[in-house]
């Protein structure tokens, strides 16, 4: 049984800051997890990755915007988000497992066995 738990979010105007958080439980095993967002009409696409060996991914979009961070030990991860951008806002998702060792924003949204409820993310221009 893993539990996922999504936090942060909200809005703000562009340019401005806003962070999410993502929990894993068991805390004890290792996981490889991943930020996806998708907006109204459009597909859902990968933000960010952070897999079990500690190697980080990020689609171009946000490269130097987003930078995401093992928080606590092992079970926690944190995207910060700068310099929002309109074309960020979506509902963002934690998916995460504690089965998939190696991840990058290229891995199919299969492979992650967990996903969160979503936390939204609202920037306006």
């Known amino acids: 049984q893993v539990q996922i738990v999504e936090s942060g979010g909200g809005s703000v105007q562009a340019g401005g800051s806003l962070r999410l958080s993502c929990s894993c439980a068991?805390?004890?095993?290792?996981?490889?997890m991943g930020w996806f967002r998708q907006a109204p009409g459009k597909q859902r696409e990968a933000v960010a990755t952070?897999?079990?060996?500690?190697?980080?991914s990020y689609r171009d979009s946000v490269k130097g915007r987003f930078t995401i961070s093992k928080t606590n030990g092992k079970n926690r991860f944190d995207l910060q988000m700068n310099n929002l951008k309109p074309e960020d806002t979506a509902m963002y998702y934690c998916?995460?497992?504690?089965?998939?060792?190696?991840?990058?924003?290229?891995?199919?949204?299969?492979?992650?066995?967990?996903w969160g409820q979503g936390k939204q993310v609202t920037v306006s221009s």
């Open positions: 952070f897999d079990s060996t500690g190697m980080t």
């Open positions: 998916a995460a497992d504690p089965g998939l060792r190696r991840c990058t924003i290229w891995t199919p949204v299969r492979n992650f066995g967990y």
């Open positions: 068991p805390s004890e095993n290792t996981y490889s």
